[in-house]
C-alpha cells in the first residue's frame, strides 16, 4: 500500500481538533495573557487567537470572527491547502507547492493586521478581540 502522509496528516489533525472541541476544557485559562496587551494596552496580531480557536472547535464562526479575523482566514486558508493536498495525493500526484515569496505575504498581512486592529476608528475597532 503507499504512503499517504497529508491524509493521515489530515485524518488526525481534524480528528485531534474536533476532540477538543468536545472536552469541554477551558482551554484559554491554560495559556498566559499576552505580554504586549498587558504591558501596553495594545493588542497584538494573534490576542484573541486562543478563543478564535476555542470558538472553531465549537462551530461558532461569527464569535471566531470577533476574537481574531485573522486566525480564522488563516485557518481556512491552511484548510483548504490541506483539502488539496490530499486530493492530490489521492490521485498520485504531490502535494501542491507553496511559493517562497508567500511567507513574506503572511508577515505583512500578521502586521498589518496587527496595526489596523489597534486603530481607534470604525471599522478597525472591528478587528479587535470582543
Given at each position: 500500500?503507499?504512503?499517504?502522509?497529508?491524509?493521515?496528516?489530515?485524518?488526525?489533525?481534524?480528528?485531534?481538533?474536533?476532540?477538543l472541541?468536545?472536552?469541554?476544557?477551558?482551554w484559554?485559562?491554560?495559556?498566559?495573557?499576552?505580554?504586549?496587551?498587558?504591558?501596553?494596552?495594545?493588542?497584538?496580531?494573534?490576542?484573541?487567537?486562543?478563543?478564535?480557536?476555542?470558538?472553531?472547535?465549537?462551530?461558532d464562526?461569527?464569535?471566531?470572527?470577533?476574537?481574531?479575523?485573522?486566525?480564522?482566514?488563516?485557518?481556512?486558508?491552511?484548510?483548504?491547502?490541506?483539502?488539496?493536498?490530499?486530493?492530490?495525493?489521492?490521485?498520485?500526484?504531490p502535494?501542491?507547492?507553496?511559493?517562497?515569496?508567500?511567507?513574506?505575504t503572511?508577515?505583512?498581512?500578521?502586521?498589518?493586521?496587527?496595526?489596523?486592529r489597534?486603530?481607534?476608528?470604525?471599522?478597525?475597532?472591528?478587528?479587535?478581540?470582543?
Amino acid at each position: 500500500m503507499k504512503r499517504r502522509p497529508w491524509t493521515l496528516l489530515v485524518i488526525l489533525g481534524a480528528a485531534f481538533f474536533l476532540l477538543l472541541g468536545r472536552l469541554g476544557i477551558p482551554w484559554t485559562r491554560l495559556f498566559p495573557a499576552c505580554p504586549l496587551h498587558a504591558f501596553t494596552g495594545f493588542d497584538c496580531p494573534g490576542c484573541g487567537g486562543t478563543r478564535c480557536a476555542v470558538k472553531l472547535m465549537h462551530g461558532d464562526l461569527a464569535g471566531a470572527l470577533a476574537m481574531n479575523a485573522f486566525v480564522v482566514v488563516f485557518a481556512l486558508a491552511a484548510a483548504v491547502w490541506l483539502g488539496a493536498a490530499v486530493w492530490r495525493e489521492w490521485q498520485g500526484r504531490p502535494a501542491p507547492r507553496i511559493p517562497p515569496w508567500s511567507a513574506w505575504t503572511l508577515l505583512a498581512v500578521f502586521l498589518i493586521f496587527g496595526v489596523t486592529r489597534n486603530l481607534p476608528w470604525w471599522p478597525f475597532t472591528l478587528l479587535a478581540p470582543h
